[in-house]
T-cell receptor, first 114, second 107 residues
């Protein structure tokens, strides 16, 4: 198993541009999580899906952020328009199910918004 | 909402010294997990504790879950340079992460 696959690994963009981050969870995992990591705020849960359905998006900072999971093997996190304060490492993680289950993280997408 | 506090934020030890990080929750936790993130890497699962008072060991690492299921600790005996990284606890069904403890080891 290749693990959780994220792309791109690095993205540098200008303020106002749209950013799309992609994630392929481990096959057979039913839950998918998006986290954001910054020095100031640590690891923040943005949203999680169970069986492709968004369960809790209370961590999504604002309307500029949106996430989708059209099928069991793919999810996107979109920021439109991007702002410098969105600069962070965005991690996708998957688990067999939500609640008391082990998270396997992807390598992360490092986003820099100029 | 649920909060998970972790202390210390940072610890710098001499190789061979012991290290402990503590995790405290504002609410009772159904479970607690520990993760390690190497510099420049991603969090990697270490262990999960579920039972009140549970103690688990992995070589030089000892994990404890408090009797009230509101606190936990990770103790590393005789640190090595390979132990360098950030140690996170995460608790509850939504796996709320603590801020992490950064461990640096001087050789």
């Amino acid at each position: 198993d290749a693990g959780v696959i994220q792309s791109p690994r690095h993205e540098v963009t200008e303020m106002g541009q749209e950013v799309t981050l992609r994630c392929k969870p481990i096959s057979g995992h039913n839950s998918l999580f998006w986290y954001r990591q910054t020095m100031m705020r640590g690891l923040e849960l943005l949203i999680y899906f169970n069986n492709n359905v968004p369960i809790d998006d209370s961590g999504m900072p604002e309307d500029r952020f949106s996430a989708k999971m059209p099928n069991a093997s793919f999810s996107t996190l979109k920021i439109q328009p991007s702002e410098p304060r969105d600069s962070a490492v965005y991690f996708c993680a998957s688990s067999l199910r939500t609640g008391a289950n082990v998270l396997t993280f992807g390598a992360g997408s490092r986003l820099t918004v100029l | 909402g649920q909060q998970v506090m972790q202390i210390p934020q940072y610890q710098h030890v001499q190789e061979g010294e012991d290290f402990t990080t503590y995790c405290n929750s504002s609410t009772t936790l159904s479970n607690i997990q520990w993760y390690k993130q190497r510099p420049g890497g991603h969090p990697v699962f270490l262990i999960q504790l579920v039972k009140s008072g549970e103690v688990k060991k992995q070589k030089r690492l000892t994990f404890q879950f408090g009797e009230a299921k509101k606190n936990s600790s990770l103790h590393i005996t005789a640190t090595q340079t390979t132990d360098v990284g950030t140690y996170f606890c995460a608790g509850g069904n939504k796996l709320v992460f603590g801020a992490g403890t950064i461990l640096r080891v001087k050789s």
